[in-house]
């Protein structure tokens, strides 16, 4: 269970709140890692058990592809857990994650190269339809048929943004990040980030507007 | 003109709380299981790469001093085991110089009284065993060859014989006889050292003064 925090009328301190962070959890993200470094295995599991869904669906919403996604999220953690002796509380956690997922993202689409896609840095690719995965659980029936429909309208819609800005829309709702980290992150000004997000919120809008 | 500054914003709350409602695919059980494998297998192996050497047994610290004791105690031994004759024996170099000086020098020559730094540890042992060999000698010849056997010291049994001989050959047999019971003092088996010349005259000199 995650929560988002969002300022009123400031889009980059908008971040997800973690349990941790809002000290339900006693433990960081960062003295989790540092804990397992220094050979904490139940420290990983914990922080594992805290990320893995949205670094899976992260990997799953950019490649329509479970088993691509599978390997994917496979692949990163196993260097999260490669780098544990290196790995410095600098930044946050979830900075440094979310690095580990884009770099190998990128590398699994070069690999791919039939691909169409080949750099999150692209505003102008699209890809290819999704496959529609099930929605989370709802206790009442009629909730559930629209957030179904949401989910799988949204799920569509997001396929059809441009590949940067899927990916700035999934590091935002997804990994929780800042429009400042996710700047960071890509390498590119924050103005760029806003405007990506700002393209990717009005075409999933558009996708619920016949539902609200 | 809401409809606009909705559009203007970069994110949207409804969007996302839609979004996670609806998307909450998590990875498949084996793939959870093989990075937690994993994770675990790691710290396994870092703590036996970390895991300290064995600390040296307790008698390992004292094996140096043990081993220098049994290296000092052996030498020790080996000391003491050695033959005593070599103690008694003048240094080589001294006989050998002594020898030409005693050949040269006139029969009736006393010996040289060596110098007071001459007088050492060795001398020392060599007087203790003569007094320990003097057996029943008198008093008086004991303290004689004591003062003979320091102040002729180092001579050489053969040397001291010569002289023996001299004595006697130049006619002085008072001088002669008692340098002979200072010999004997000094040394038991002095006769043997003596030349056939002059054993049947020694036979005569009595171990209480007497000729």
Known sequence: MTYIAVSAGRADTARRMTPADTGSAGESDESLMLAYARGDATAFERLYARHKGPTYRYFLRHTSDRGAADELHQDVWLKVVAARERYVAEARFTTWLYTLARHRLVDHWRARRGSRFTSLDDDGDAERPADGDAPANHADPLGLVIDAQAGHRLQRALTEVPAAQRDAFLLHVEAGLSLGEIAALAGVPAETIKSRLRYAYRRLRAALEDLQ | ?211
């Open chain 2, 1 to 211: 003109m809401t409809e606009q500054r909705r559009d203007d914003r970069a994110t949207d709350a409804s969007v996302d709380a839609a979004w996670r409602r609806a998307a909450g695919e998590q990875p498949p059980a084996e793939v959870d299981a093989a990075i937690l494998a994993a994770a675990r297998a790691a710290v396994r192996r870092d703590a036996q790469e970390r895991r300290p050497a064995p600390p040296p047994r307790r008698w390992a610290s004292w094996q140096p001093l043990a081993a220098a004791a049994g290296v000092i105690g052996l030498s020790f031994l080996l000391v003491q085991m050695l033959p005593r004759d070599h103690l008694a024996r003048p240094p080589a170099n001294q006989d050998a110089s002594r020898a030409p000086a005693a050949e040269s020098a006139p029969a009736i020559t006393p010996p040289a009284a060596p110098p007071e730094a001459a007088v050492t540890d060795e001398a020392a042992i060599m007087s203790g065993e003569r007094e320990a060999t003097a057996g029943a000698a008198p008093r008086t010849a004991l303290e004689a060859a004591a003062k003979q056997s320091v102040a002729a010291r180092p001579e050489s049994p053969a040397a001291w014989a010569s002289r023996i001989a001299a004595l006697h050959d130049a006619g002085d047999l008072a001088a002669a006889a008692a340098e002979l019971r200072a010999f004997r003092a000094a040394y038991p088996d002095a006769d043997d050292y003596l030349p056939e010349a002059v054993r049947g005259w020694a036979a005569s000199v009595g171990h209480d003064g007497t000729p």
